[in-house]
T-cell receptor
């Protein structure tokens, strides 16, 4: 079945460091890909998305490019801030034959940014 | 911005009691999802609805959990009887099935503790 694999955390960085969180997926169809962020005590918020190969999603300085050839959707940010400390989830939605809109989530990666 | 609203935000009760969690999806969204989040299992999809009809509840323990949408503005998740292992954060999410853009919008969750 469809699945999403993220790099294990926690990831600890100093402020202004470069961030990469790896995400790879397996899907039988042609999925849409998403990154969600969860701040402490809150629900998940959509961070960015991409719906076809080579699309780049971007928001708040974060970027991710849909790479069909490597089945990847790595999250990057050039300079992290303390306020970026959160849990990040990679997810896919595969239309398939049922077109349910279900999201398949990775296990989440905790990012901690230190001043 | 429109938001998914969940009530209550916190619930502490004793084992064996009935628990009802409520969700108001974003107006116009036609798909509603219930998730459970724990440290051990991560995010688990419990059930989801399309146009108020249940599509899949295979993620729920059938003997004690039930999910309904009495109308388009209210989704409920009930546990009866509750058990300590049900302690978790329960999230509701809603979305508009509009391939390929099908992001889900999450509420802030109900934090449930069963003593």
């Amino acid at each position: 079945g469809d699945s999403v694999t993220q790099m294990e955390g926690p990831v600890t960085l100093s402020e202004e460091a470069f961030l990469t969180i790896n995400c790879t997926y397996t899907a039988t169809g042609y999925p849409s890909l998403f990154w969600y962020v969860q701040y402490p005590g809150e629900g998940l918020q959509l961070l960015l998305k991409a719906t076809k190969a080579d699309d780049k999603g971007s928001n708040k300085g974060f970027e991710a490019t849909y790479r069909k050839e490597t089945t990847s959707f790595h999250l990057e940010k050039g300079s992290v801030q303390v306020s970026d400390s959160a849990v990040y989830f990679c997810a896919l939605s595969d239309r398939g034959s049922s077109n349910t809109g279900k999201l398949i989530f990775g296990q989440g990666t905790t990012l901690q940014v230190k001043p | 911005d429109a938001r998914v609203t969940q009530t209550p935000r916190h619930k502490v009760t004793e084992m064996g009691q009935e628990v009802t969690m409520r969700c108001q999806p974003i107006l116009g969204h036609n798909t509603v999802f219930w998730y459970r989040q724990t440290m051990m299992q991560g995010l688990e999809l419990l059930a989801y609805f399309r146009n108020r009809a249940p599509l899949d509840d295979s993620g729920m323990p059938k003997d004690r959990f039930s999910a309904e949408m009495p109308d388009a503005t209210l989704a409920t998740l009930k546990i009866q009887p509750s058990e300590p292992r049900d302690s978790a954060v329960y999230f509701c999410a809603s979305g508009l099935l509009n391939w390929p853009n099908m992001p889900q919008h999450f509420g802030d969750g109900t934090r449930l503790s069963i003593l």
